[in-house]
């Protein structure tokens, strides 16, 4: 029998974290008696504490990936600082047992007058490396990074998306024990989001602790063993990713008014899927999905019932021809449960010329109940149909899906199965 040692990097008891009004430091007290003077309502607001973090109390293990939700301004950010050493908390007491690296803020850590090259060396020497070790490390940074030029220009011209390049792909190479990401992840292309996901999977492969920020609940369920939920400063909930998930979505929906829901349900559906999937290179691209009525008219609203065409827009950039399989599946997301319906015929292989062509399947909805449903299309490489390399390319959610009926529906959930039922009289023996 083999005993795996479990070793505890991170532990937070009690933790609270207090920001001061600005009016208790020096400047902050000159602008607060100026500002007061003409708006007297804002010396009862600048004079209030702000407790960002009420009592904590966190353990995460070596190996361990760890998500944190919870709406703008619940504290995931301030306790991801905390656990960075960014700042420090103002009671009780933390532990953290290696080298943290990551993504807190975008202009965390870089100096605007600094290139890039530069900012990588300064970096380095805050996370502990000399500088013989990042020397060594700036051709694989610099290739990740993928920012050209820019790489050896003042970080003040850079974009956000660049900031992110740089930022991650010195974190990942810093070796770290604990990878931080917080939610400026979402600023980077979907192509470049990609490749740091695959990066992140492989250094949990590794073994690295990994703690996730994110309103993207399906990619933290995807990436995380556990989630905490945060409200208002405080844990709510810790545990299972999935339980915790459900449990934040479902809180959300519920303080929904109803117009706000069917806003919601749209919204969610995009955070989640990060649209595009595949690369530039790919020697076929999607380009246009649509969906007809009966009568070959663009249409997203549909009767229980009915049939629907879907017609998908193919670029072949090869100067050959290519095989592909079509896979499509249906997203339902009620009250914060994500529901999926898979569809796809992997006997039917398709040979695309070179230039644009069309592909189009039909399927009924006499099973589907009333709600808004989101298209997902994916192209992929025949005879390999669990492979996740086999995919070409796909988009999450890139059709709305409408399905209406007319009399009143009791049943809940995705779909409404065609039951045939009897009494029968049992005769006693």
Same mark, same amino acid.
């Given at each position: 029998?083999?005993?795996?040692?479990?070793?505890?990097m991170i532990?937070?008891?009690?933790?609270?974290?207090?920001?001061?009004?600005r009016?208790?430091?020096?400047?902050?007290?000159i602008?607060?008696?100026?500002?007061?003077?003409?708006?007297?309502?804002?010396?009862?607001?600048?004079?209030?504490?702000?407790?960002?973090?009420?009592?904590?109390?966190?353990?995460?293990?070596?190996?361990e990936?760890?998500?944190?939700?919870?709406s703008?301004?619940?504290?995931?950010?301030t306790?991801?600082?905390?656990?960075?050493?960014?700042?420090?908390?103002?009671?009780?007491?933390?532990?953290?047992?290696?080298r943290?690296a990551?993504?807190?803020?975008?202009?965390?850590?870089?100096?605007?007058?600094?290139s890039?090259?530069?900012?990588?060396?300064?970096?380095?020497?805050?996370?502990?490396?000399?500088?013989?070790?990042?020397?060594?490390?700036?051709?694989?940074?610099?290739?990740?990074?993928?920012?050209?030029?820019?790489?050896?220009?003042?970080?003040?011209?850079?974009?956000?998306g660049?900031?992110?390049?740089?930022?991650?792909?010195?974190?990942?190479?810093?070796?770290?024990?604990?990878?931080?990401?917080?939610? &400026?992840?979402?600023?980077?292309?979907?192509?470049?989001?990609n490749?740091?996901?695959?990066?992140?999977?492989?250094?949990?492969?590794?073994?690295?602790?990994?703690?996730?920020?994110?309103h993207?609940?399906?990619?933290?369920?995807?990436?995380?063993?556990?989630?905490?939920?945060?409200?208002?400063?405080?844990?709510?909930?810790?545990?299972?990713?999935?339980?915790?998930?459900?449990?934040?979505?479902?809180?959300?929906?519920?303080?929904?008014?109803?117009?706000?829901?069917?806003?919601?349900?749209?919204?969610?559906?995009?955070?989640?899927s990060?649209?595009?999937?595949?690369?530039?290179?790919?020697?076929?691209?999607?380009?246009?999905?649509?969906?007809?009525?009966?009568?070959?008219?663009?249409?997203?609203?549909?009767?229980?019932?009915?049939?629907?065409?879907?017609?998908?827009?193919?670029?072949?950039?090869?100067?050959?021809?290519?095989?592909?399989?079509? &896979?499509?599946?249906?997203?339902?997301?009620?009250?914060?449960?994500?529901?999926?319906?898979?569809?796809?015929?992997?006997?039917?292989?398709?040979?695309?010329?070179?230039?644009?062509?069309?592909?189009?399947?039909?399927?009924?909805?006499?099973?589907?109940?009333?709600?808004?449903?989101?298209?997902?299309?994916?192209?992929?490489r025949?005879?390999?149909p669990?492979?996740?390399?086999a995919?070409?390319?796909?988009?999450?959610?890139?059709?709305?899906?409408?399905i209406?009926?007319d009399?009143?529906?009791?049943?809940?959930?995705?779909?409404?199965?065609?039951?045939?039922?009897?009494?029968?009289?049992?005769k006693e023996?």
């Amino acid at each position: 029998m083999v005993f795996h040692r479990i070793i505890m990097m991170i532990e937070l008891k009690n933790v609270s974290k207090c920001f001061l009004p600005r009016s208790t430091k020096t400047l902050g007290k000159i602008r607060h008696s100026i500002l007061a003077t003409h708006d007297p309502l804002r010396k009862e607001s600048d004079s209030r504490e702000v407790w960002a973090l009420r009592h904590i109390n966190l353990t995460v293990n070596r190996g361990e990936s760890l998500g944190l939700v919870g709406s703008n301004g619940c504290g995931k950010s301030t306790l991801l600082r905390l656990i960075a050493g960014i700042t420090h908390p103002t009671s009780g007491t933390m532990h953290v047992n290696g080298r943290v690296a990551g993504l807190i803020e975008l202009t965390a850590g870089f100096h605007e007058d600094l290139s890039g090259i530069e900012n990588v060396y300064l970096n380095g020497a805050a996370l502990g490396m000399n500088r013989e070790k990042v020397t060594a490390l700036i051709p694989a940074i610099k290739e990740f990074a993928e920012i050209g030029h820019f790489f050896y220009e003042p970080v003040r011209v850079y974009s956000a998306g660049m900031l992110l390049r740089l930022g991650f792909a010195l974190a990942i190479h810093a070796n770290p024990d604990i990878l931080v990401v917080d939610e &400026a992840l979402a600023v980077g292309d979907v192509r470049f989001q990609n490749k740091c996901l695959e990066r992140i999977r492989k250094m949990q492969a590794d073994g690295i602790t990994l703690l996730f920020v994110s309103h993207a609940s399906e990619l933290v369920e995807s990436i995380c063993d556990t989630a905490a939920w945060i409200q208002d400063g405080e844990i709510r909930q810790q545990g299972k990713a999935s339980d915790v998930l459900d449990a934040y979505n479902s809180d959300i929906f519920k303080r929904l008014s109803m117009s706000e829901r069917q806003e919601y349900n749209h919204l969610i559906s995009g955070l989640m899927s990060g649209g595009r999937f595949g690369h530039e290179s790919a020697p076929l691209r999607i380009r246009n999905v649509r969906m007809l009525n009966t009568h070959g008219e663009t249409c997203h609203l549909f009767h229980a019932g009915a049939t629907i065409r879907v017609v998908v827009s193919i670029s072949n950039n090869m100067m050959t021809v290519c095989d592909c399989i079509l &896979a499509w599946s249906l997203n339902l997301i009620r009250e914060g449960a994500v529901c999926k319906a898979f569809s796809s015929d992997m006997n039917v292989v398709y040979t695309v010329s070179t230039g644009e062509s069309q592909v189009s399947f039909e399927f009924a909805t006499d099973c589907l109940l009333a709600d808004n449903y989101y298209l997902n299309i994916g192209l992929m490489r025949p005879g390999q149909p669990n492979d996740p390399e086999a995919m070409i390319d796909s988009y999450m959610n890139i059709v709305r899906l409408q399905i209406e009926n007319d009399g009143i529906q009791t049943e809940r959930g995705m779909i409404s199965l065609p039951v045939r039922s009897q009494c029968t009289r049992v005769k006693e023996k």
